[in-house]
């Protein structure tokens, strides 16, 4: 059974963590068509499904502040094991985060959305070639690439800040998120270059994790003795107050929190019994040993898969979604084993299979 770098067996279920949401990110992505029009996706159906908005509702609580969880976890996990210097730590984010973001935006989105004359967020139909290498290279034109730049910006705070407040405790830094947050949240909204202004909430979701790797002992020990229990109790919580979320931005950011806690507790639990099980299946061995290239990689597929299914107007959404969804999985794995074939033959690594 695999082991995340420098860790005890209990790293299993932050592995699991990940290699769900990224999942789950390229399932929301294939909702987004069929929900209430955000400013993330630009081609729509012409009539949405309420189920897709519903599920696409919950998984906004779920998904991407489990990963940021799982990333703080990360952090703290390769502080504790690797002492390299605040410079090497930032060339290492750089490598898995910047790096990945500059390739795929040069040699894979801009020619991509640029051929197929795909709308998109900063993006708008009928962009030349140099308009979308302009509005990609300058940050404004992201589309999923925007969760790398947020995750650089992030990582680089917390590496900043740790030092100064390590000694303080966990409380401090959380009030010092949420303070960030606030302040991102009411006056950094023109912070649009580079996806800064979208590091609202991230920050605190991102030091949940970092947290939870110090408290690890102590918690895990504490959701492994009523672990039923507690995930029922955690999770009537959530729902109430995501029900209520849309009234307080700070209501939204608790419920993102105890989603991703809910998420991280369900993820123990099924460590100790699923995990050995799912690892023994090729198809998901082969998802989680290259599930950050999928996630790379899977749009705009998706969205040339929707567009072919949508003109032939045959099925109903749901069957419709769950279709888009399995071949764009289909199409990333043909593009994905191509990469690590080219990376074998040339002895280059293109971008990181994990994160």
């Given at each position: 059974?695999?082991?995340?770098?420098?860790?005890?067996?209990?790293?299993?279920?932050?592995?699991?963590?990940?290699?769900?949401?990224?999942?789950?990110?390229?399932?929301?992505?294939?909702?987004?068509?069929?929900?209430?029009?955000?400013?993330?996706?630009?081609?729509?159906?012409?009539?949405?499904?309420?189920?897709?908005?519903?599920?696409?509702?919950?998984?906004?609580?779920?998904?991407?502040?489990?990963?940021?969880?799982?990333?703080?976890?990360?952090?703290?996990?390769?502080?504790?094991?690797?002492?390299?210097?605040?410079?090497?730590?930032?060339?290492?984010?750089?490598?898995?985060?910047?790096l990945p973001w500059f390739c795929l935006?040069?040699?894979?989105?801009?020619?991509?959305?640029?051929?197929?004359?795909?709308?998109?967020?900063?993006?708008?139909?009928?962009?030349?070639?140099?308009?979308?290498?302009?509005?990609?290279?300058?940050?404004?034109?992201?589309?999923?690439?925007?969760?790398?730049?947020?995750?650089?910006?992030?990582?680089?705070?917390?590496?900043?800040?740790?030092?100064?407040?390590?000694?303080?405790?966990?409380?401090?830094?959380?009030?010092?998120?949420?303070?960030?947050?606030?302040?991102?949240?009411?006056?950094?909204?023109?912070?649009?270059?580079?996806?800064?202004?979208?590091?609202?909430?991230?920050?605190?979701?991102?030091?949940?994790?970092?947290?939870?790797?110090?408290?690890?002992?102590?918690?895990?020990?504490?959701?492994?003795?009523?672990?039923?229990?507690?995930?029922?109790?955690?999770?009537?919580?959530?729902?109430?107050?995501?029900?209520?979320?849309?009234?307080?931005?700070?209501?939204?950011?608790?419920?993102?929190?105890?989603?991703?806690?809910?998420?991280?507790?369900?993820?123990?639990?099924?460590?100790?019994?699923?995990?050995?099980?799912?690892?023994?299946?090729?198809?998901?061995?082969?998802?989680?040993?290259?599930?950050?290239?999928?996630?790379l990689f899977h749009l705009p597929g998706?969205?040339?898969?929707?567009?072919?299914?949508?003109?032939?107007?045959?099925?109903?959404?749901?069957?419709?979604?769950?279709?888009?969804?399995?071949?764009?999985?289909?199409?990333?794995?043909?593009?994905?084993?191509?990469?690590?074939?080219?990376?074998?033959?040339?002895?280059?690594?293109?971008?990181p299979r994990g994160q």
């Amino acid at each position: 059974m695999p082991r995340h770098p420098g860790s005890g067996v209990r790293a299993l279920h932050i592995t699991m963590l990940k290699t769900l949401c990224l999942a789950g990110v390229i399932f929301a992505h294939a909702l987004l068509p069929f929900v209430e029009p955000t400013t993330f996706v630009k081609i729509y159906a012409d009539q949405p499904s309420h189920i897709a908005t519903q599920v696409s509702f919950w998984l906004n609580f779920l998904i991407i502040p489990s990963f940021m969880l799982a990333s703080g976890y990360v952090m703290a996990l390769t502080l504790d094991r690797q002492h390299r210097t605040f410079i090497q730590q930032v060339i290492n984010r750089v490598k898995r985060l910047l790096l990945p973001w500059f390739c795929l935006m040069v040699f894979w989105m801009v020619p991509l959305y640029t051929l197929f004359d795909l709308p998109a967020y900063n993006r708008p139909a009928g962009f030349t070639l140099a308009q979308t290498y302009r509005a990609g290279l300058s940050g404004l034109f992201t589309d999923h690439l925007w969760f790398l730049l947020v995750l650089f910006w992030i990582s680089l705070f917390w590496l900043a800040v740790l030092p100064l407040i390590k000694r303080t405790g966990i409380l401090p830094g959380f009030i010092l998120a949420v303070v960030v947050s606030l302040l991102m949240d009411t006056y950094g909204r023109e912070l649009t270059l580079y996806a800064m202004w979208e590091t609202s909430g991230q920050i605190i979701y991102f030091y949940l994790g970092y947290s939870l790797y110090h408290g690890r002992e102590r918690i895990s020990g504490l959701l492994e003795e009523r672990p039923l229990t507690l995930m029922a109790g955690n999770a009537v919580c959530f729902i109430i107050i995501a029900n209520f979320s849309q009234f307080y931005q700070i209501l939204y950011w608790i419920a993102c929190c105890m989603g991703a806690l809910l998420v991280y507790q369900v993820c123990l639990f099924l460590s100790h019994s699923v995990y050995a099980r799912l690892r023994d299946n090729p198809q998901y061995r082969y998802f989680e040993d290259n599930a950050f290239r999928f996630y790379l990689f899977h749009l705009p597929g998706g969205l040339l898969i929707f567009k072919g299914l949508n003109a032939a107007n045959m099925l109903s959404p749901l069957p419709f979604i769950l279709l888009s969804f399995v071949l764009n999985l289909a199409a990333t794995t043909l593009i994905v084993m191509g990469i690590n074939a080219l990376e074998q033959k040339w002895r280059i690594g293109f971008v990181p299979r994990g994160q």
